[in-house]
DNA sequence: TGCTTATTTCATTTTTTTTTGAAATGAATG
DNA sequence: CATTCATTTCAAAAAAAAATGAAATAAGCA
């Protein structure tokens, strides 16, 4: 019993759109903290944006805080993470100096971005890794150099279909 | 300094072919240490894995815990993990009681495999979220009506574009 | 410029995840 | 069927990841 829950229960008896505003709400957060964190990233992160991404208007870094239950350095932290991933931009508010955030609803984009910035990457570095297991290739017997070179190739399609499919992944989102 | 060591180093002076054997041993391990952790799978598995894939021989768990320098509880579940997910097989070796095993290593098999058990479930309880949001959609003026259900239309459209594309990708990995 | 408020940074704490190790279970062999 | 060896299980320990909170910095305003 007493599962973490996914968002603080902390709501008062208001008027029924408001309580179904917030229930939304707390759909959104538990469903992009689940999205997010299949990505690797931090429930922190899920939660601010699954609160903007049914948000009608942009919200400053502290109310985010304070409506998620979650401290001002967690909060800068994530929007930090967004920002980088174009998944939040931020909106100017005439008369509060404050930066107001709202939500990039353009998954495409949004998934584009994740597979440059946090798979490519990898990927490069992959290919060093594979050309470093050539020269360390044990010659031996032809046959069994063949098994080893089998491997080496193997790795090679693997990365190099990677390095193609992933990015045609996200142009074929058409949402 | 002293960055945590992907792998044992406990290398013994031995022949030429033999101390390449294990450089190939340790960077296929490197390898598949960063893709399983891509993949949000624990260290030993990968280990493992990359253990298995440069052997010509399978392996049985014992000789995987003592190589590789983990302990045989590490050892029982990473195959575990790996046999649910058919990236390891078993061999039968004449005279000895215990499991052998060895790397599956057609790629578009596993992910197909990691893509069924491991996104699919997500998938499906994703819709089901969905569906709970629009029972909490806050009836108000039919211009902010518009604002939610475009938004929860793109969350269906998202989630059902991942249900065929994912399954697509692994068979457009010819590997 | 000096003051106020917003934001970032980062050492410390908390939480979560992974590994260990030892006991329990299971399975083959003599 | 008893013994030995292989494997699993799981509570406890260790390690890794994330969140906190307070000090430092930055940024707007008067």
């Known amino acids: 019993?007493?599962?973490?829950?996914?968002?603080?229960?902390?709501?008062?008896?208001?008027?029924?759109?408001?309580?179904?505003?917030?229930?939304l709400e707390l759909e959104s957060i538990d469903f992009f903290v689940r999205l997010m964190s299949m990505l690797g990233m931090p429930r922190s992160v899920g939660e601010i944006y699954g609160l903007l991404y049914?948000?009608?208007?942009?919200?400053?870094?502290?109310?985010?805080?304070?409506?998620?239950?979650?401290?001002?350095?967690s909060a800068s932290q994530g929007l930090r993470t967004l920002r980088s991933l174009k998944a939040v931009?931020?909106?100017?508010?005439?008369?509060?100096?404050?930066?107001?955030?709202?939500a990039e609803t353009e998954f495409r984009r949004l998934f584009s971005n994740f597979i440059?910035?946090?798979i490519m990457p990898h990927l490069d570095s992959a290919?060093?890794?594979?050309s470093r297991m050539e020269k360390s290739l044990p010659e031996q017997s032809p046959e069994e150099d063949e098994f080893y070179a089998v491997r080496i190739e193997k790795l090679r399609r693997l990365t190099k279909a990677g390095g193609r499919l992933?990015?045609?992944l996200a142009g074929l989102l058409k949402l």
């Open 116 to 118: 440059k910035d946090e």
């Open 54 to 73: 049914f948000s009608k208007d942009s919200l400053p870094m502290d109310q985010i805080a304070s409506r998620l239950g979650i401290s001002i350095g």
């Open 1 to 23: 019993m007493n599962e973490r829950m996914t968002v603080p229960a902390n709501l008062q008896a208001e008027s029924n759109t408001t309580i179904n505003a917030r229930n």
């Open 127 to 130: 290919k060093d890794r594979i």
């Open 166 to 168: 992933l990015p045609a």
């Open 89 to 102: 931009r931020t909106a100017y508010v005439a008369g509060d100096r404050r930066d107001h955030y709202f």
